[in-house]
């Protein structure tokens, strides 16, 4: 009988919630109603219909009762306090397992993250600070040199990169090739005796200088990192300055 009541409630169409709970109730009122009279003599597991009229199914019931495959079985037909049992306990299941602990791992995935971020921004924030005085003088966004920085150097001071035959120095990966030209306009502005601080100021100068040479917004970083003659160059080819490291640190900007 709870076999056909569960296929009924099932692909019988209701169009509200308070529909489905008169469903519920009203059929397993009349179901028990129906069956009152095959009684058994284990009192635990005999309902009368007075009963079975006294205990009505709540909303989150009536959701387990609907989209469970008949968890009661056949042998609680009839027996209301046993189907009360029954659902309670599907329900406790459930509840258990949302309640469940997160395993380790997720845990350490979690926690570490902004940990992770936390102490990158501590053991950086004198690089950090610099950044943004230069920014502020050269009129650029700091986060457009952090963002170089994190790219390039991963804020390591002394770096020194080879690509080919282009040579980059420095926390902000500076070309060699464009150190003369940097240094010809601001080099009795260099503090020669920080290395981070005039990296940092040649950067924040060059890329100010580049922003103003093109309204693309790919131009400064493509120039910055390929230097001017390969830029244009993959502009004759593309019809665009966007580069691999131009869409890298627009991308970084997005989240900033």
Request: aromatic share 8%; glycine share 6%; no cysteine.
């Amino acid at each position: 009988m709870f076999i056909n009541l569960l296929l009924k409630i099932r692909f019988h169409k209701i169009t509200s919630q308070t529909d489905i709970n008169e469903q519920i109730n009203n059929t397993v009122t009349s179901t028990s109603s129906e069956e009152g009279g095959n009684t058994n003599n284990d009192s635990n597991s005999t309902t009368s219909t007075s009963g079975v009229n006294n205990y009505v199914l709540n909303n989150e019931e009536m959701q387990v009762l609907v989209h469970s495959g008949n968890p009661f079985g056949s042998s609680l037909a009839g027996d209301t306090e046993a189907l009360k049992r029954k659902i309670e306990k599907e329900l406790e299941e459930e509840r258990n397992i949302s309640k469940a602990p997160v395993s380790n791992d997720s845990e350490e995935t979690t926690s570490n993250t902004p940990g992770e971020e936390e102490n990158t921004s501590s053991e950086h924030q004198d690089i950090i600070e610099v950044a943004e005085l230069k920014a502020k003088k050269y009129d650029v966004p700091a986060a457009w040199l952090t963002s170089v920085i994190e790219t390039l150097s991963n804020y390591q001071v002394d770096l020194s990169t080879q690509d080919g035959d282009i040579t980059r120095n420095g926390i902000m990966q500076l070309r060699d090739a464009d150190v003369p030209f940097i240094t010809k306009n601001i080099g009795d502005k260099l503090n020669s005796e920080d290395k981070a601080d005039s990296n940092i100021e040649m950067g924040a100068y060059y890329l100010a200088y580049l922003s103003k040479q093109s309204i693309d917004k790919n131009y400064p970083f493509t120039t910055y990192y390929l230097g001017k003659e390969e830029a244009d160059k993959l502009y004759k080819k593309t019809g665009s300055y966007e580069s691999e490291f131009s869409k890298t640190i627009l991308n970084k900007l997005k989240t900033t």
